[in-house]
């Protein structure tokens, strides 16, 4: 596999979001035989220049990084039972299919359970609509389990890892 991406959403950086994205990134990267360590794209650094007129070569480097994904983790905290502005700005910028090569996993980090189904009802969606195959439910993170982040991750990878190099399979000979 050649790409391995990881967009975080959080407009703080340095965040628990962060944090659980590329963790979470890592650990399917060793799982599905991904050669180092994940590309990421921290919207906390370029989110200015998504609202700046004209061209920005950060935010145009950042927007072909992530369509060019074979495996794209895209994570965010919760806000207000979605993801963040930040995130939709970002997508926003990507033309109608840009995703079609991707594999994409939804991540969301919340603070309460009530809001599981957002991963599924707000994320997924938008992916999906940007042509990503989305093979695996997200992965809906609270933040109490953050301490105890490498066992999650591992019943995680181990329910994905399958359905994502299937995934990829199929996308690499459609």
Same mark, same amino acid.
């Given at each position: ?39 990421? %794209? ?83 969606? %938008? ?48």
């Amino acid at each position: 596999m050649s790409s391995l991406v990881v967009l975080v959403g959080n407009p703080r950086g340095g965040s628990r979001t962060h944090l659980a994205a590329v963790s979470a990134a890592e650990a399917l990267g060793r799982r599905i035989g991904h050669e180092g360590p994940p590309e990421v %794209v921290d919207l906390s650094a370029i989110g200015p220049h998504l609202f700046t007129p004209g061209p920005s070569p950060i935010l145009e480097v950042a927007l072909e990084l992530v369509a060019g994904a074979r495996v794209l983790v895209v994570a965010s905290p919760t806000y207000k039972a979605t993801y963040t502005g930040l995130l939709k700005a970002f997508l926003d910028r990507l033309p109608g299919g840009a995703l079609t090569a991707t594999v994409a996993l939804p991540l969301l980090v919340m603070g309460a359970p009530r809001h599981a189904l957002a991963v599924e009802l707000h994320l997924r969606p %938008v992916l999906v609509e940007l042509g990503a195959l989305v093979p695996t439910p997200g992965l809906a993170l609270l933040e109490a389990e953050i301490p105890d982040l490498d066992r999650v991750l591992a019943d995680w990878t181990e329910r994905v890892a399958p359905q994502v190099i299937a995934a990829v399979e199929k996308r690499a000979t459609a």
